[in-house]
């Protein structure tokens, strides 16, 4: 059993890993919760070391009961709805950014599960259902822009 498979048990929902390759944007991982599933979002480019603490690291924000990444930040807003004004889909959506104290507990819950995780990779990547294929699709295009 995978971490993957430990954490979607915990949440009683499906965990997607998703590589995307990101253009330098400064993002490394996003996790964006649909209405069918967890998509943990990760650079498509980097090592397989750093792809797996990413991934732990998104893992984390749900175990820790942190809101989705789901155009919470101006960035996030901006490659998700990229012709919109990030405050106005972050008013839409009624959401905030992650606080610092919420990015801090998840490097520290990844940092810990890795440790006692040895190298364990999380699990393959997943074909998406089209809906969510789409949203990453925009999210790339926009990524190509910066």
């Excluded at 650079?43 to 749900?62: K, L």
């Excluded at 009624?94 to 364990?120: F, H, K, P």
């Excluded at 990779?121 to 910066?146: H, W």
């Amino acid at each position: 059993m995978t971490l993957r498979d430990k954490v979607s048990a915990e949440r009683n929902r499906p965990i997607r890993l998703v590589p995307l390759a990101m253009h330098g944007s400064g993002l490394s991982g996003l996790w964006l919760e649909t209405d069918d599933a967890d998509l943990v979002v990760y650079e498509a480019t980097t090592g397989a070391q750093h792809r797996n603490h990413i991934i732990a690291h998104e893992f984390s924000h749900m175990l820790c009961g942190h809101t989705s990444t789901e155009a919470v930040t101006d960035q996030a807003a901006t490659l998700l709805f990229p012709d919109l004004d990030p405050g106005l889909v972050r008013r839409m959506l009624g959401r905030g950014g992650y606080a610092d104290r919420d990015e801090q507990e998840a490097e520290v819950v990844a940092t810990i599960m890795m440790e006692r995780l040895g190298r364990s990779d999380p699990g393959a990547a997943d074909e998406l259902p089209a809906a969510e294929a789409d949203v990453l699709a925009r999210i790339q295009k926009s990524l190509r822009r910066t």
